[in-house]
């Protein structure tokens, strides 16, 4: 038998932590330490990216940034389309909703705003922006949207930093 090497393995797959779907990742990662939440590991394809006290919480993330070669910074866009499906890990029970909805309760969009490739370290946070608010929000102002651009989540969200996420969350939840 052959045993490959774990840590080998992951930096392989995950090394380029600028790659989209590694920074998205990395994204629910540093939201799930400023919430204290990030114990063992994460489940994908779960309802809600992470689960803090009784609330389901959703990581969107973009950047200006990408791995390829760019003759301009990306427009800054996150996914906030309606589910018409629920996945429950416990029992791998898909549920088929009445209609498409939100499934988590709020929503952290996570803006990685560095700009300068050389720069660029996803694992610092002073290189994200963060904005939250409540799913409630989110339909008022959005409806059934699936997208939304950072210019028009910003004025619907609490901006804030990595030590900031906690109580963006937590008046969410005492509201």
């Known amino acids: 038998m052959t045993r490959l090497n774990k840590s080998e393995c992951l930096e392989w797959a995950f090394g380029n932590l600028m790659d989209n779907a590694t920074r998205g ?37 973009s950047g200006y940034l990408q791995t390829w070669h760019q003759s301009a910074p990306s427009r800054i866009v996150f996914d ?21 909805r939100r499934l988590a309760d709020a929503y952290v969009f996570c803006l990685f705003k560095e700009q300068d490739p050389i720069e660029a370290d996803p694992l610092d946070t002073d290189q994200w922006q963060f904005y939250v ?29 990595f030590l900031g996420i906690r109580a963006a969350i937590d008046s969410i939840r005492h509201s």
């Open 25 to 61: 990742k990395v994204a629910e990662f540093v939201v799930a330490k400023a919430l204290d939440v990030a114990k063992g590991q994460r489940v994908e394809w779960e309802y809600a990216d992470l689960h803090y006290a009784e609330l389901a919480i959703e990581v969107k993330s």
């Open 80 to 100: 906030i389309a309606p589910r018409s499906e629920k996945w429950d890990p416990k029992t791998n029970i898909v549920s088929k909703l009445p209609k498409p």
């Open 133 to 161: 608010a409540s799913t409630r929000k989110l339909d008022e102002h959005f409806g059934s949207q699936k997208s939304a651009a950072l210019s028009t989540v910003q004025p619907v969200c609490e901006a804030t930093s």
